[in-house]
């Protein structure tokens, strides 16, 4: 029996972790996690995951809650999840951290934290997303430089981050396959006279409103057609049951950094 946590408990998507923990065979749920002050410490977390009071109350022990747990799941924000999977390294326990936001010097953090621990960091946990960012490599690399990418992203009006970490994989994976520097092409802002399109640009546009749960579209647009690769979550439940796979893969996995590719046996 694998015992998970959970931190960022109270979250959209700390609830639907729970859940699927819940529902899920060989693991057990074993702590939850809210920040200090959050006036839910203390509380049942199955009672506010609505599914039942699971005996199990809402915590803000960093350390005690990581001691009895096998893996960390942690949904919460860049510069809390470091501290997190710093937390999980000195206990050697496993992480899965499914926030999104990070800056390319958090990533080089997680990487250098990573080497004591196994730690699963991916932008999006489903199936489908990962599905996408191994098609969009070889729609890419095959279509090349004759046809101009531009990637669109839509979510709800609380989300924090912008562009959302699927859209920046998604700019990072076709820039790979394209011989582009990521950092160096992606163009997040268009108006006024812009002047013309430059060939190698990746146009990067977000829309934030209502309770938009997570849309991606990638666009090859080329001299008389294109090509619209789109994904559309209809729940964060299929989010939640791949961090709960992601847990179940870590735990027997040697210290180092892994993402969704490696879950799925996708790379
Ligand atoms: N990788 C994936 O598949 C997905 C990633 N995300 C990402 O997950 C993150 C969380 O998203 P939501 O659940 O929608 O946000 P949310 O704001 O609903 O939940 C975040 C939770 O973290 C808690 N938190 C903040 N500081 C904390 C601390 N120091 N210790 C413990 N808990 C703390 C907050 O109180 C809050 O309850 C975002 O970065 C989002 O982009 C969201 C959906 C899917
Ligand atoms: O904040 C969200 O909600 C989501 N965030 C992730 C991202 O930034 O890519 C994944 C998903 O689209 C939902």
């Known amino acids: 029996m ?23 065979e060989g693991v057990r749920f074993s ?20 599914c039942g009071e699971l005996g199990v109350a809402v915590s803000d022990d960093l350390n005690g809650v990581i001691a009895a747990c096998d893996v960390l799941i942690d949904f919460t924000a860049p510069k809390v999840s470091l501290k997190n999977l710093e937390a999980c390294g000195l206990q050697k326990k496993a992480i899965v951290i499914g926030s999104t936001g990070f800056t390319p010097e958090e990533r080089a953090l997680a990487a250098e934290l990573a080497k004591t621990t196994p730690v699963v960091l991916a932008p999006n946990m489903s199936v489908g997303v990962n599905v996408c960012f191994k098609i969009l490599k070889d729609i890419a ?58 060939r190698e640009e990746i146009g990067m546009q977000t829309i934030r409103g209502g309770d938009i749960i997570g849309e991606h579209t ?37 210290p180092g950094l892994y993402d969704m590719q490696d879950v799925l046996g996708l790379r």
């Not at 001299?223 to 893969?249: N, P, Q, Y």
């Open 218 to 254: 990638v666009y090859f647009i080329g001299m008389g057609e294109r090509i619209e690769l789109s994904h559309r979550a209809m729940t964060r439940d299929m989010f939640s049951r791949g961090s709960v796979r992601a847990a179940k893969w870590v735990v027997s996995q040697k």
């Open 31 to 50: 702590g939850a996690l809210e920040r200090p002050g959050h006036p839910l410490v203390g509380q049942d977390v199955g009672l506010i995951a609505g």
């Open 2 to 24: 694998i015992n998970i946590a959970v931190c960022g408990a109270a979250g959209r998507m700390g609830q639907r972790i729970i859940n699927s923990i819940v529902e899920t």
């Open 141 to 198: 690399a095959t279509l090349g430089d004759d046809f101009d990418v531009e990637i669109v992203e839509a979510h709800h009006r609380l989300k924090k981050d912008a562009p959302s970490g699927t859209a920046v994989r998604m700019g990072e994976v076709v820039a790979e396959a394209l011989g582009r520097d990521y950092n160096k092409v992606a163009n997040f802002h268009r108006e006024g006279i812009t002047g013309e399109r430059t």
